[in-house]
T-cell receptor
Framework: AQTVTQSQPEMSVQEAETVTLSCTYD???????LFWYKQPPSRQMILVIR??????QNATENRFSVNFQKAAKSFSLKISDSQLGDAAMYFC????????FGAGTRLTVKP | DGGITQSPKYLFRKEGQNVTLSCEQN?????MYWYRQDPGQGLRLIYY???????QKGDIAEGYSVSREKKESFPLTVTSAQKNPTAFYLC??????????????FGDGTRLSIL
């Protein structure tokens, strides 16, 4: 089974600053999809951003962007101009046929 | 509005009892999934189904069973063989085929506890 690794259990960022969350994955496939989800204390799963592996261009959604390095099997999330509402658990996910998640990174935003 | 409905929100299980968690979706998605989340941890895949009457085991299927008799429904039964069932359970659905680049949609979850 494919594995997804998030090596940072916790991260902290000052409000308005930039933070990068790391994610690596293991696969022998060439065609797959990658996602970042946010889970606030309410436990809802909220899609942040997604990336198709066949696309070289890094995905961007407003303040959120990714650095997708296919050869290195790396998919990091950059949050710019961090806001208090960004505080949550962030999960990286890999999809081919099923969908696998990393263990998560808890992000704290300091005012 | 389309979405995924999980019920109940809270569930208590007695020792030796089987319990069933409901998951219904009206998004017309072919694929459905069940995940288990323990406190402070990520989502672990229990079972998934890509089409009616077919499903596959995930990483932690032991002690669980599922059925997929209808496209809209994917109930999860936590059997008495699951010795540590206390967790938060999330159901999800997604398109397949040409639309499988679309993200999963999630329900609001069921919290299961042992009495």
């Amino acid at each position: 089974a494919q594995t997804v690794t998030q090596s940072q259990p916790e991260m902290s960022v000052q409000e308005a600053e930039t933070v990068t969350l790391s994610c690596t994955y293991d696969t022998s496939e060439s065609d797959y999809y990658l996602f970042w989800y946010k889970q606030p204390p309410s436990r809802q799963m909220i899609l942040v951003i997604r990336q198709e592996a066949y696309k070289q261009q890094n995905a961007t959604e407003n303040r959120f962007s990714v650095n997708f390095q296919k050869a290195a099997k790396s998919f990091s999330l950059k949050i710019s101009d961090s806001q208090l509402g960004d505080a949550a658990m962030y999960f990286c996910a890999y999809r081919k046929n099923d969908m696998r998640f990393g263990a998560g990174t808890r992000l704290t935003v300091k005012p | 509005d389309g979405g995924i409905t999980q019920s109940p929100k809270y569930l208590f299980r007695k020792e030796g009892q089987n319990v069933t968690l409901s998951c219904e979706q009206n998004l017309n998605h072919d694929a459905m999934y069940w995940y288990r989340q323990d406190p402070g941890q990520g989502l672990r895949l229990i079972y998934y189904s890509q089409i009616v009457n077919d499903f596959q085991k995930g990483d932690i299927a032991e002690g669980y069973s599922v059925s997929r008799e209808k496209k809209e429904s994917f109930p999860l039964t936590v059997t008495s063989a699951q010795k540590n069932p206390t967790a938060f359970y999330l159901c999800a659905s997604s398109p397949t085929g040409a639309r499988r680049n679309q993200p999963q949609h999630f329900g609001d979850g069921t919290r299961l506890s042992i009495l």
